[in-house]
C-alpha cells in the first residue's frame, strides 16, 4: 500500500481538498493520506490511519460518520485534519472517550486535530493525556473536553458543550482555551490541581452553575470572556492564583 503523497504534492491536495491556504514552508515535511468511507482513500478507519502513521504525517478526514475508538499515542508531529466541522464526525464505539490523545505511560506530542466533531461515548468526549504540545483548532465537542498531566495544549476557535459535567476541565494540565464557545454543560470551564491555564476571548454561555472554577492549588488567567447566562460567574477557591480582568457577563444577541 502507497503512504501517501509526498511534497509538495502535498500542498496541492490540501488546498483542492479542504480549500485551506498552506504555505509550503508551514507543511509537515510526511505524507498525507486520506481516510474515506467510500473506500477512495489509502484508509477506510480513521485508526487504521494512526496505526500506521509516521512522524510528520497528515491524515486527512473526508465526510462521514465515524463510529470507531480513536487513540493518538507514541506519535510525534502528527495533523488530523477533517473535510469539514459540520461533514466529519467521530461518536466512538466501546471505550469512555470517543478520542483520546496520549495515554499512560505513553504520550504524543505535536499533534494537531482540526475541523471535525466528535460527540461523546460514555460522557467523555475528548481526552488528553500525558502529551505535550497539542492543538484543537475549529473542533466541536459534543461533551466533556477533558485535561489531564498534558503540557501546552491550545484549544482554539472551537464549540465545546453538552455535557452533563464540565464544558472544558484541566487537571494538572498547562494550557490555553483561546476564542472558543462553551456552553450548554453544568459547569463551563474547570481548572483543577497544580494546572495554569490562560482562558482569554470565549463565550461561555448557558451554563448551569458558574462559567469558571479554579479551584485550590491552580492556577488560572482569565481575561476578555463574555460570560452569558450561567449560574455563576468565576468562582475562585481558597488558595487558587488568578489573574482576571475585561470579562463580561452579558445577555446573548
Known sequence: MSRGLTMPTLVIAWLALSGSVVAADSAPSGHMVIVAQDGSGAYREIQAAIDDAKAGDTIFIKAGHYREDVVVHSKDRLRLIGESRDQVTISGLKRVGAFRIGKWPYGANEIEVRDLTIAENGGLAVGIFNGSRILLSNIRARGLLYVQQAK????????????????????????????????????????????????????????????????????????????????????????????????VRDSPP
Open 152 to 247: 501546552a495544549v491550545r484549544i482554539e476557535k472551537s464549540l465545546l458543550g453538552g455535557s452533563e459535567t464540565t464544558g472544558v476541565s484541566f487537571v494538572d494540565a498547562q494550557g490555553e482555551l483561546i476564542d472558543s464557545e462553551v456552553r450548554d454543560n453544568d459547569y463551563g470551564v474547570t481548572i483543577a490541581g497544580q494546572s495554569n491555564v490562560w482562558v482569554e476571548g470565549n463565550v461561555i454561555a448557558n451554563n448551569r452553575y458558574d462559567a469558571v472554577v479554579v479551584q485550590a492549588g491552580a492556577k488560572g488567567t482569565v481575561l476578555r470572556n463574555r460570560l452569558v447566562k450561567n449560574g455563576g460567574t468565576i468562582a475562585v477557591q481558597d488558595g487558587a492564583h488568578v489573574e482576571q480582568g475585561d470579562n
